[in-house]
Nanobody, 121 residues
C-alpha cells in the first residue's frame, strides 16, 4: 500500500501562495489518481482537486478554479497543490489521497495525515 505524507502547509496572508506536496512511498504511486481534499473546523471533508494517473486529466471544485493547480511527478512519487491568491475561506486541514479519478471521497481509499493551512485576512 502506498503511504502518503503531506507537507508545505502553514500560515499565510490573504493573497499569498503556498505549495503543498504529497510524498508517496512505494512503486505503485503512478497507478493511482491523486485527490486533494480539505476539512475546515466543524465542516465535512470536501473535494478540492484531482489528477489522473498520467497527469493529463485534472478537475477542480469551482471555488478554487483559477487559483489552485494540481500536478504530479511520478518519477519523484510526489503530487503537488499550488495554491495562489489564498483566501481566509481556504483555511482547513488539507489531505491528499490516492484512488480512482473523481471528486467523490469514496473514490479514494488511501489517505495522508493532513497538513494545516491557515489564511489570515
Amino acid at each position: 500500500q502506498v503511504q502518503l505524507v503531506e507537507s508545505g502547509g502553514g500560515l499565510a496572508q490573504a493573497g499569498a501562495s503556498l505549495r503543498l506536496s504529497c510524498g508517496a512511498s512505494g512503486r505503485l504511486f503512478s497507478r493511482y489518481a491523486v485527490g486533494w481534499f480539505r476539512q475546515a473546523p466543524g465542516k465535512e471533508r470536501e473535494f478540492v482537486a484531482t489528477i489522473s494517473t498520467s497527469g493529463i486529466l485534472k478537475y477542480y471544485v469551482d471555488s478554487v478554479k483559477g487559483r489552485f493547480a494540481i500536478s504530479r511527478d511520478n518519477a519523484k512519487n510526489t503530487a503537488y497543490l499550488q495554491m495562489d491568491n489564498l483566501k481566509p475561506d481556504d483555511t482547513a486541514v488539507y489531505y491528499c489521497a490516492t484512488g480512482s479519478y473523481g471528486s467523490s471521497i469514496n473514490n479514494y481509499d488511501n489517505w495522508g495525515q493532513g497538513t494545516q493551512v491557515t489564511v489570515s485576512s
